[in-house]
């Protein structure tokens, strides 16, 4: 195992990089989901943690839930990790639960000292901060009808790979829209700023993604007016667009609702497959002018599809928010006329 961890710690100040690996599990069951994604390091001390730790919480989620039908539940757990001053593993995981039984967010991380090969409490780096923006101003982007579209909508952030969307978005001078679950805001304050400056777009996704179907009218606007209050005091924004939750809502619900309902009609289905290509390739062979594209920025391969699909199709399109796409279908029906 020192062995191990001597030849690691070489390649690490000879400058050589390795790419990061990481296990996923996803689980859709009647009555919950599971969407588990966790890096392995190749520290067999390190990585033993990591995975006594996402065993305890799968085990303890399914035996919460397995006998509970009236609601759909969640677990979603996401993991990375950063090289730090060529010697220490830093291991970020968040968790979200929501259920009948459980609402929880919760960040936690590992420092491990690879010269030593133990863990270690504190290496001096800073943890997410909160940060709260006084006001937004929209941009006065000129939208050309013209032109083809599309609005890429991602949903159930934000979170750690947020950030990783939003620089490939800027690498290749693509907007979206982000739907976001309302209780993630605050930890994310400081990415959700970063996207509304960079010309994107955020959306309401309720609060802690319940299925709404199964929720009284009270419920229902508790989970949107919610969401639409920490958007607004942690970015400066009010969203006018909401996605509900599975894409599920019942007619009666939606008359309730003071925003514009966004579904989709390209489901890249990234929570369920693992392979970046497979991703990338649902959406390209149904992608057209005017297509809503849904992904998640809650999964490392989401984010590896994205750069796909943005390559094959840059020239050809444009890729534009949701409210800049409902502006170009107005303007198209208007020049129709």
């Known amino acids: 195992m020192k062995k191990l961890c001597l030849i690691i710690f ?50 303890d989620f399914k035996k919460n839930n397995s006998n509970y039908n009236l609601e759909l539940s969640e677990l979603n757990i996401n993991g ?17 639960v929501y259920s009948n039984k459980v609402e929880n967010f919760q960040n936690i991380s590992f420092n491990f000292d690879i010269k030593k090969n133990k863990f270690v409490n504190d290496i001096g780096i800073t943890e997410i901060k909160e940060k709260k923006c006084i006001k937004y101003t929209p941009s006065n982007k000129i939208i050309n009808s013209n032109k083809k579209v599309i609005a890429l909508t991602f949903d159930d952030g934000p979170s750690i790979y947020t950030e990783s969307v939003l620089n490939v978005l800027n690498e290749y001078n ?6 976001v679950i309302g209780s993630k805001v605050k930890y994310y304050s400081d990415t959700l700023i970063n996207l509304l400056d960079s010309g994107n777009e955020i959306g ?31 970015t400066g924004f009010t969203p006018t667009l909401f996605r509900p939750s599975y894409g599920s809502i019942k007619k009666s619900q939606k008359s309730m609702i003071d925003l514009n309902i966004i579904l989709w009609n390209v489901d890249t289905l990234d929570w369920k497959y693992k392979n970046s290509k497979v991703i990338a390739n649902r959406a390209l062979s ?3 002018d005017g297509s809503i594209i ?12 994205l750069e796909i699909v943005l390559n094959e199709l840059k020239g050809e399109y444009e890729f534009v928010t949701i409210s800049e796409l409902l502006k170009i279908r107005m303007l198209r029906s208007t020049n129709e006329e």
């Open 286 to 288: 149904k992608a057209k």
């Open 10 to 59: 070489l390649l690490l100040i000879s400058g050589c990089t390795v790419k990061e690996k990481t296990k996923t599990i996803i689980e859709y069951e009647n009555n919950y989901v599971v969407s588990i994604n966790y890096p392995i390091t190749n520290i067999k001390k390190l990585d033993n943690k990591i995975v006594k730790y996402i065993n305890k919480e799968y085990n």
């Open 80 to 96: 990375s990790y950063d090289i730090v001053n060529d010697r220490y593993v830093k291991v970020y995981i968040e968790k979200y």
């Open 174 to 179: 693509a907007r979206a829209t982000f739907f």
């Open 294 to 305: 849904l992904m998640h920025d809650t999964h490392k391969r989401s984010v590896e599809a």
């Open 204 to 234: 309401n996704h309720t609060y802690n993604h319940k299925l709404l179907s199964k929720l009284n009218d009270d419920e229902l606007l508790n989970q949107i007016n919610k969401t639409q209050e920490i958007i607004k005091e942690y």
